[in-house]
C-alpha cells in the first residue's frame, strides 16, 4: 500500500515535474523572444536612456577626417596616463567615449564616416545634445561631400536647435584650410542664429612627439586639443 502510493506519487511528482518544465521552457522563449525584440528596437533607433545627467554628444565628419584621433588626444588630455596608437583603426560601427564630470555624464558617440556606415548616422539622432562636425581641412577634394552630409542631417526635425561644433582638422597640414574659411565652404553662415548655435574651431593631432625607445603608444596631446575638450565640456553642458 504504502509502496502504492509512493508508485502513484511518483508518478504524479514525474507529471508535475514535467508540466513545470513545460511551463519553464515556454515562459523562457517568451522572454527570450521579448528581449531580442527590444535588442534590434535598440538598434534601430539609440535614444538616451531616461538619465537626466547624461549628455548626449553626436560625432560624425567623413572618414578619415581624424575623429578618432581627436578623441583619443582629448581622453589623453582628461586622464592621465592613458595612452592610445596612431594610427587609429577606422571606426567600423560606432565608438563611445565617456567621460564623468562633477554633475553630469558626457557619452561622445562616434559613428564611422565611411560610405556604407553613413547610412546609419540617422539612427543615431534622438536625444543629440551636441553635434560634433568634424572636417579633414586639408582635403577639399571632400568638403562638397561634407557640406551635402551636414546639410542632411541640419534637415532632419530631431536635430532642431541642436548647438554644432565644427573642428576644422589637421591644421598641421600646409594647405588646411581655417576655421572661417572652413565656416564659409560648409555654408554655415546660412543658419539662422535661432536654429542652431555654430562654433568652429581648428585643431590637430600631429606632429607627433618621437617616442622614447620601447615605447609604442603616446600619452601626449597636441595643445589645440585642450579648446576641443573645453568646447566639449562647454556646450554639451
Ligand atoms: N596630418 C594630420 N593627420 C591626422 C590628424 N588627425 C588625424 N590624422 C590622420 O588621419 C587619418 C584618419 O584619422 P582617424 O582618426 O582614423 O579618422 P576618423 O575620422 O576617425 O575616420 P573613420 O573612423 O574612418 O570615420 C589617420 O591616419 C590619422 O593619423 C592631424 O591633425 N593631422
Ligand atoms: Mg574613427
Same mark, same amino acid.
Given at each position: ?35 531580442? &525584440? ?11 536612456? +531616461? ?14 577626417? !581624424? ?11 582628461? /586622464? ?12 567600423? !560601427? ?7 564630470? !562633477? ?8 559613428? !564611422? ?15 543629440? +545634445? $551636441? @553635434?560634433?562636425?568634424?572636417? =579633414? ?5 571632400? $568638403? ?6 551636414? &546639410?542632411? @542631417?541640419?534637415? =532632419? ?7 554644432? $561644433? ?10 588646411? @584650410?581655417?576655421? =572661417?574659411? /572652413? &565656416?564659409?565652404?560648409? +555654408? @554655415? ?20 612627439? +618621437? ?16 579648446? /576641443? ?9
Amino acid at each position: 500500500m504504502v509502496g502504492n502510493v509512493t508508485r502513484c506519487g511518483g508518478r504524479k511528482t514525474v507529471f508535475l515535474v514535467g508540466c513545470a518544465c513545460v511551463g519553464a521552457y515556454v515562459a523562457y522563449r517568451y522572454w527570450r523572444k521579448r528581449e531580442l &525584440k527590444s535588442i534590434d528596437e535598440g538598434f534601430e533607433e539609440v535614444s538616451k536612456i +531616461d538619465d537626466s545627467n547624461e549628455r548626449r554628444v553626436l560625432l560624425l565628419g567623413l572618414d578619415g577626417a !581624424g575623429k578618432t584621433s581627436v578623441m583619443n588626444q582629448v581622453i589623453a588630455a582628461t /586622464v592621465t596616463g592613458t595612452s592610445y596608437s596612431v594610427p587609429p583603426p577606422s571606426t567600423n !560601427g560606432f565608438a563611445v567615449f565617456k567621460f564623468q564630470t !562633477g554633475s553630469y555624464t558626457l557619452n561622445i558617440w562616434e559613428i !564611422g564616416g565611411a560610405d556604407g556606415t553613413r547610412n546609419y548616422w540617422s539612427n543615431f539622432l534622438q536625444d543629440t +545634445d $551636441l @553635434l560634433v562636425f568634424m572636417v =579633414d581641412a586639408a582635403d577639399t577634394n571632400k $568638403l562638397s561631400l561634407a557640406v551635402s552630409e551636414l &546639410k542632411q @542631417l541640419l534637415g =532632419d526635425p530631431r536635430m532642431d536647435t541642436v548647438p554644432i $561644433l565644427v573642428i576644422a582638422n589637421k591644421q598641421d597640414s600646409p594647405n588646411a @584650410l581655417r576655421p =572661417d574659411q /572652413v &565656416k564659409e565652404a560648409l +555654408d @554655415l553662415h546660412s543658419i539662422p542664429p535661432n536654429k542652431h548655435k555654430v562654433v568652429v574651431i581648428g585643431c590637430q593631432t600631429r606632429p607627433l612627439p +618621437d617616442l622614447p625607445p620601447g615605447l609604442t603608444t603616446y600619452t601626449w596631446h597636441h595643445p589645440s586639443i585642450e579648446a /576641443v575638450r573645453k568646447k566639449l565640456f562647454t556646450m554639451a553642458a
